[in-house]
C-alpha cells in the first residue's frame, strides 16, 4: 500500500502534466483557430474554380491534355498527408489505417509529413518524396508537391494518383479521406454547406454562355495545373485543420483526466492520513490505558 508521501509525490507530477497539457491545450486552440479560418476561406475559391473549369470544358470542344490522360492503371501514386507531430488523438492512426488498403507491389507514395513517412519507412513500403509544410500552409509548398506528382504521371512513371488526407468536418469530427488527383476525369466539388465534397462530371453549370479570350482550350490548358496545385493546397489546409483540432481536443481530455485523477488521489491521501491518524490515537489511549 502506498504511504502518504508516495501519494503526494504522485499529486504533484500529476499536477504538473495537467499544466502542461493545459498549456497545449491553449496553443492548439489559437492554432486550430487559425487553422479552420484558412480552410473554410479556401473552398468557396474551390468552387468557383469548379465552375469556370466546367464552363471551360463545355467550350473547349475535343479538348485533350497530359493530365486528363486515362490509362491502366499499374501503378498508382498515394500523396500521403500526415502530420508532424502526435499528441492528436487517433487522426494518424484512423489515416494510416486507409493507406494500408493500398497494394504495396504497385503503390508509391509521397508524403507530407514527418509521421506519414516514418509510417511508410517502417513498412518499408516504396517512398518517392518526402515533404513538410508550416501550420499555415504556404501555396508554394502545395505547389512543390503537386508538381512532383504531375511529373510522375506525365512521365508515365505512375498512371494514377491519388490524395489521402484528413477532412476537417467539425472541431470533434475528422474523417480520412481519399480523393483521386489525376487524371483529371472527376472535379471535387464542396457542397453549400462546406462541410461535405461531392464528384460533379466536368460539365457547365446552368444554360449562362461564355466566352473566352484567346480560348477555351488554351485557358483550360493553363487552368489544368493551377487546379491541381490548389486542390492539393486545399487538402493540407483541411489536414492541418483537422490536425490542429484533434490535438486541442486530446489536450484537453488530458487536462480533464489529470484533474479526475488528482481528485481521486486527494481523495485517497485524506483517507490514509486519517487512517493514520486514527491508528496513533488508538494506539496513545491503548498505552494510557494499560498505565492505569
Known sequence: M????????????VKNTAQITKAMQMVASAKMRRAQQSALAGRPYATLMNSVLAAATAGAGEFSHPLMEHRE?????????????????????????EAVR????????????RKGAQWVSRLKRELAAEF??????????????SKFAQELFTSGQV??????FTNFLSTLNQK??????????KIQQLDADLSNASSVELTANGGGEYQFEPGAATVLGNLLPHYVNYQVFQFLQESK????SARMVAMKN?????KQLIKDLTLEYNKLRQANITKELLEITSAAMAMG
Open 176 to 185: 480520412p479521406e481519399v480523393r483521386q488527383l489525376l487524371p483529371i476525369g
Open 254 to 258: 488530458a487536462t480533464d483526466n489529470a
Open 2 to 13: 502506498p504511504s502518504t508521501r508516495d501519494i503526494r509525490r504522485r499529486i504533484k507530477s
Open 159 to 164: 498512371d494514377a494518383v491519388d490524395v489521402l
Open 102 to 113: 493500398f497494394d504495396r507491389n504497385t503503390t508509391v507514395y509521397v508524403c507530407a509529413g
Open 241 to 244: 485543420a483537422s490536425e490542429q
Open 73 to 97: 492503371v499499374k501503378r498508382r501514386a498515394v500523396i500521403l498527408i500526415s502530420t508532424d507531430k502526435g499528441l492528436c488523438g487517433a487522426l494518424n492512426t484512423n489515416l494510416l489505417r
Open 132 to 145: 513538410t509544410y508550416k501550420d499555415i500552409p504556404a501555396f508554394s509548398e502545395a505547389r512543390a508537391i
